[in-house]
């Protein structure tokens, strides 16, 4: 079974500033593909950024880029030039090829003006 | 694309009463999931459909949770006898879910909140 963890249950960030948030998981399948979604206050859940895992060219979205890294399996994202519509609940997901998505407990990010 | 609908956006009930949630995902998706989130954690599976047919359920779906997705299109989910730690926001969620597919999204609804009294 995949599992998802997020170490940071909160990290703060200055507005302009970068910040990373880390992710680590665990599958036993060769074929799958991570995630990160953000949830503002609105709770609405929207996709940042995608990585499939047999591509090792790191995804960028923007101001948003992924560190992927398959042997120690982490997948931490980055957040440059930071804004105040940034500030959310950031969830890392793992999805093997024909199951289903398996998300993180989230990492609260606060930008600070 | 008029995206992930979901209704109601909010329920309140009294403990003991059924509930019944129904999300209409994006038209040429797939696979449809239902999620429950409680406040500052992260989407908890429930279950999921291929079309109509249910693939997976969770452990943590009691007997008193049924999920539907009969033609294939819209889905519903109801809660029966429903108790205060059913409490949470329920969450829809589809993708294309199609044979060798290899750019798989989850597209969110804006969920339903329970609560229940």
């Known amino acids: 079974a995949q599992t998802v963890t997020q170490s940071q249950p909160e990290m703060s960030v200055q507005e302009a500033e970068t910040v990373t948030l880390s992710c680590t998981y665990d599958?036993?399948?060769?074929?799958?593909?991570l995630f990160w979604y953000k949830q503002p206050p609105s709770r609405q859940m929207i996709l940042v950024i995608r990585q499939e895992a047999y591509k090792q060219q790191n995804a960028t979205e923007n101001r948003f880029s992924v560190n992927f890294q398959k042997a120690a399996k982490s997948f931490s994202l980055k957040i440059s030039d930071s804004q105040l519509g940034d500030a959310a609940m950031y969830f890392c997901?793992?999805?093997?090829?024909?199951?289903?998505?398996?998300f993180g407990p989230g990492t609260r990010l606060s930008v600070l003006p | 694309d008029t995206g992930v609908s979901q209704n109601p956006r909010h329920k309140i009930t009294k403990r003991g009463q059924n509930v019944t949630f129904r999300c209409d995902p994006i038209?040429?998706?797939?696979?449809l999931y239902w999620y429950r989130q409680t406040l500052g954690q992260g989407p908890e599976f429930l279950t999921y459909?291929?079309?109509?047919?249910?693939?997976?359920k969770s452990r943590l779906l009691s007997d008193r949770f049924s999920a539907e997705r009969p033609k294939g299109s819209f889905s519903t989910l109801e809660i029966q006898r429903t108790e205060q730690g059913d409490s949470a926001m329920y969450l829809c969620a589809s993708s294309s879910g199609a044979t060798g597919a290899r750019n798989e999204k989850l597209f969110f609804g804006s969920g339903t909140q329970l609560s229940v009294l």
């Open positions: 997901a793992c999805l093997n090829y024909g199951q289903n998505f398996v």
């Open positions: 599958t036993s399948e060769s074929d799958y593909y």
């Open positions: 459909f291929q079309n109509e047919a249910q693939l997976e």
């Open positions: 038209s040429e998706h797939n696979r």
